[in-house]
């Protein structure tokens, strides 16, 4: 089991930048796809952008691409979002989660292959 911390959330004004960390401890970090997923209040968790394993493959919901990049570095055991261009409907509580099994051929993107989770971090833009 990978245990994950966020950090790196806060508040910004439309149009700004945050950069989101998630470290991860445990050997098997380099194994397995990372992903990060967002929750507005009453909402459900949706799906923010994946990235394989060797960090060769990346996934964007339709909502962040162009705007938001996932990147890891596995001698840091960490993942990152950078999200630029911030926009109020992007205000949620930012998760990132780990791929349930390692050395998976595809990359996922739906909240049930993932097993592990963080305690995720606010994100919150104002207009």
């Known amino acids: 089991q990978v245990q994950l911390v966020e950090s790196g959330g806060g508040l910004v004004q439309t149009g700004g930048s945050l950069r989101l960390s998630c470290a991860a401890s445990?050997?098997?970090?380099?194994?397995?796809?990372m992903g990060w997923f967002r929750q507005a209040p009453g909402k459900e968790r949706q799906f923010v952008a994946v990235?394989?394993?060797?960090?060769?493959?990346?996934y964007y919901a339709d909502s962040v691409k162009g705007r938001f990049t996932i990147s890891r570095d596995n001698a840091k055991n960490t993942v990152y979002l950078q999200m630029n261009s911030l926009k109020p409907e992007d205000t949620a509580v930012y998760y990132c989660a780990a791929d349930r099994a390692p050395y998976s051929v595809v990359t996922p993107t739906a909240p049930g292959d993932f097993g592990s989770w963080g305690q995720g971090t606010q994100v919150t833009v104002s207009s």
């Open positions: 445990g050997r098997s970090f380099s194994t397995k796809a």
């Open positions: 990235i394989n394993r060797s960090g060769s493959t990346t």
